[in-house]
Structures are given as structure tokens and as C-alpha cells.
């Protein structure tokens, strides 16, 4: 009719991370309008054993519903990411349990399980060729050392009964689409694939694995996807009712997590924020995706080898440009373990202003505390020692069996963990320059972006501008970047990035502190 609006187009990102399942309905021009979210469960059943549920987390996919009050036709397509973890099904695509207690809906190893650390030392023990692409050591948090530690402890159940072994975000996929299609992110972020040369058969082979190269690896996956690109018919008509979508509406390939966080910051574009990577090309950024854990992404044109750092992976994360993948395996989940351990926690509980959240109080106690010692904040650590990596370093160091050191701060009523970890990020962001980066802005998006601290030390301590999204559910965004390009509304990952993601605030250094 003459004179009517024109209709809106909506995507679907879903996003699950380590605890819960959240979803967002999304714009064409990156606005997110609706979240949802359920937590998922984590059982623990040993040390450093972690699992979950596919079951579980598929249920609560379907049940993050942010499409009411909008007609299935208006959204045009879905996208998912989701925390690197190991999925295993059988022949018939049940649940295969990965622990020794037998529970079978229990049937992931999550990313953060490191029962394969003596797998993962051995298999970096081989020199192999593919473990260049990988900063030259094997993390127990990729694919092929827990697969080795499924096949050694687990022979006569998991191993003997699996048929399919999926990447979370590849899980996902297969479950809307019935796609067995494999992302490039994944697969050769988190399992040594290379685009140009496949699978390296010598690879598994010399780590005791030949038997996935049985049926064209269809174990493991023989066809793949650049991310966003469209995977099978779309959703298939079981998904879309229990998604309460269209049958059919497109679906892009997935992304882990962190790298979703990364499509949702990384491309924005920062015309009239006077940024020193304005008129330069996407590769003078860095995208720091910042939770319960962090993860610092780093593209280029061409392949650049960072010792001890991820990658680099062609299309890893954005399609044709190389991505290396920096990191720390605990952050966030760090400062709570620290904050929440300290003897005086119950106090601080009680200092703060009922409703405050106990990191905005402290924020203000540091600020108070450096206002009455007339110094700068981060000299209040002067004296505070920390190696943050109580969960290992997972970059540049690439040691899982490093373990943090606190002298202090058990005695000080001093919380200044944030600095530790920043520096953990300026070692990485040395080790990236030394290679070849040229990184002059660090995009953060992420739970750890939410904390003012958090952020100005970053930028006083690197030197360098800090760029937050004008929406806070980055990672959400990053996910319905992937359905709109799948929906072919944009040709391209960096033309969605570019319209979708939004600069919210610049965080500049401030250099009169280290003069």
C-alpha cells in the first residue's frame, strides 16, 4: 500500500557460552531489540574434568525465544556460535558419554576440561608440521588431545560407540539443518584443518588417531564452510517449530564464541572518532573478547607465525584474511575466584550499597583510596606481585601447567588483579608486533568490557585507543551477522560488519601517567 513502511528484517543470533544460552533478535542495521537467556549445567565429575549436555543445551537454544511480536517472515536468518567444545554422538546421533561414570546424556568435553594436558604434551612432543599453525605447542583445550584422551581411557564406550565428533558450534549447525558441513573457524581454529591442504593424514597418524581417517574422515567431517556462508536448506521444518521460525530461513555457518565476539566489534566503522586505524585497513585492529576468559584476534593478509599464539588460520574467522588467536584461559572467572576467595568478601558483601554490584564498589574504593594517597591508580599495585595464569597461559607462553602466584593480595585489601591480567595482554600484543602485526586499536567487547577499571588500565598500560560497541551484547551481534549474511541481505562478512557493528564509546590511554 502507498505510503506504508517498508517491513523490517530481523536475524537471530544465539550465543552459548560456558554457563548459559543467550539469544537476541537483531536488525539489519545491528540494533539489538530482544535478549534472552538459560543457563546451562556443568558437571564436574573429576579434576580438571569438565562436561555438559547437547541434550540440554539444544532444549535451552529453543527455548531463548526473542521473536515474539514479529512475523516469522521478518526474520531472514539465524546464526550460532558457541564455546569450542567437544560433542560426541553415535551412528544414530545419541548422546555417547565422555566420562567414566556412563551417563550418556553427558556427552561434552567442554573447552576449559584439561584432562588431556599429558595427551597434548605428547602430541607437541611429535614436531609436527601442523603445530606450526598453532604457535608450535598443543593446547589441551583443542580438539585432537582430547580425542586422544577419549580413545586411550574410554576404548570400550565412547570410543567403540561414537560416530560423530562436532565442534559445538558445528553441533548446533547440524541440529538446524541436519548439515554435517563443518565452519572453517572451527575446524581450523580447533583441529589442525588447513583450507588449502585438508586434513594431514600424517598428523593423525603419528599421534595414534589413523583411525579417524577411516570413511573420508566422516568421523571428524569431510565437507566445509566459511563462516556465514549458508549451510544446507536452512532450517529444517523440526528445527523451525521448535525454534518458532520458518522452515527454510537461512541458517550461516557458525563460530566459536570468542570469534562471534570478534564479527561483532572488529569491522565497525569508526568514521569521525578521530581512531589511528580510521582509512587503514581492518588488519591495523585487534579484537579483544573479554569474559570468562579472553581471547585477543589479531587478522592479516597474509599468514603471520606468532610464537606461542594460535594460528595463523586462513578464514578462521573472517573469510580470506588470516587470523592468529592470543589468550588467557581465566579472567573473569579469575578475579571472582580471587574477590570471592578473600577472607574479607563477606565484609565487602556488606560495604556494598545495597543493589551495587560488588565490583562497582570496589571500583570506587580503588579510585577513593588512590584520590587520598595522591597517586596515580595503577601505583597502587606497587607493591603487589601476581602471575595471573592460575589456569595456565595460553598465550604467548603456551604452558597449561603454569599456575598463579598471589603474593599479598591475600593480605591487602587491594584488588588490583585487572592490572596483572592487562599486562598478560600487553606480552601478547608484543609477541603479535614482533611478528609482523601492526595493531594501533583494540576493539573489547565482552562481560570484562562492562568494568570501567578494567578498561582504562588496558589503555594506559598498552598505549593505545580502546573502542566500545554501541551494543553491549557484541557477541550477539556477532552471531546475527552470520544469519544476515546467510540470508545473502549483505554480500559479504565485512560489508555486515561494517553496517551492523556500531562504535559506542572510544577509551583513550592516559599518557601523563607514564611519563
Sequence with gaps: MAGSDPVEWYYVGVDV?????????????????????????????????????????????????????????????????????????????????????????????????????????????????????????????????????????????????????????????????????????????????????????SFWTAIGLEDLLENDHSKIGNVTCCPGSPVGEGLTQEAAAELGLDTGTAVGASLIDAHAGGLGVIGADVRGFSLPCE?????????????????????????????????PYLSGMVPELWLNEGGQSATGSLIDHVVKGHVAYPQLQEQAVKGSHIYTYLNRHLSSMAKDLGAPLELLASSLHVWPDFHGNRSPLADPTLRGIDWLVLYRNNPLLPLSLQLGTQHILEAMTQAGHDITTLFLCGGLSKNPLYVQIHANATGLPLVLPAQTEAVLVGAAVLGACASHDYSSILEAMEKMAKVGKVVQPDHELWR
Design 17 to 201: 557460552g560456558t554457563a548459559s544460552v543467550r539469544a537476541a533478535l537483531v536488525t539489519r542495521e545491528g540494533q539489538v531489540k530482544t535478549t534472552a537467556e538459560e543457563m546451562v549445567t556443568i558437571w564436574k565429575p573429576h579434576s580438571d574434568h569438565y562436561v555438559q549436555s547437547s541434550i540440554d543445551i539444544w532444549a535451552k537454544c529453543c527455548s531463548t525465544k526473542v521473536t515474539q511480536g514479529v512475523q516469522r517472515n521478518q526474520v531472514r536468518g539465524v546464526g550460532f556460535d558457541a564455546t569450542c567444545s567437544l560433542v560426541v554422538l553415535d551412528q544414530n546421533f545419541q548422546p555417547v558419554a565422555v566420562n567414566l561414570d556412563g551417563e550418556a546424556e553427558r556427552n561434552v568435553v567442554m573447552w576449559m576440561d584439561h584432562r588431556a594436558a599429558e595427551q597434548a604434551a605428547r602430541i607437541t612432543s611429535t614436531g609436527h608440521r601442523v603445530l606450526s599453525r598453532v604457535g608450535g605447542v598443543m593446547s589441551p583445550e583443542m580438539q585432537p588431545p582430547k580425542l586422544l584422551w577419549l580413545k586411550e581411557n574410554l576404548r570400550a564406550t565412547c570410543w567403540r560407540d561414537a560416530a560423530h565428533f562436532l565442534d559445538l558450534p558445528d553441533f548446533l549447525s547440524w541440529k538446524a539443518t541436519a548439515s554435517l558441513a563443518r565452519s572453517l573457524c572451527t575446524v581450523v581454529c580447533k583441529w589442525t584443518y588447513c583450507p588449502t591442504e585438508k586434513w594431514d593424514t
Design 279 to 311: 582509512d587503514q585497513p581492518i588488519t591495523s585492529r585487534m579484537a579483544m573478547i573479554c569474559g570468562t576468559s579472553s581471547c585477543h584476534m589479531a587478522i592479516s593478509q597474509g599468514p603471520l607465525f606468532v610464537p606461542g599464539v594460535w594460528g
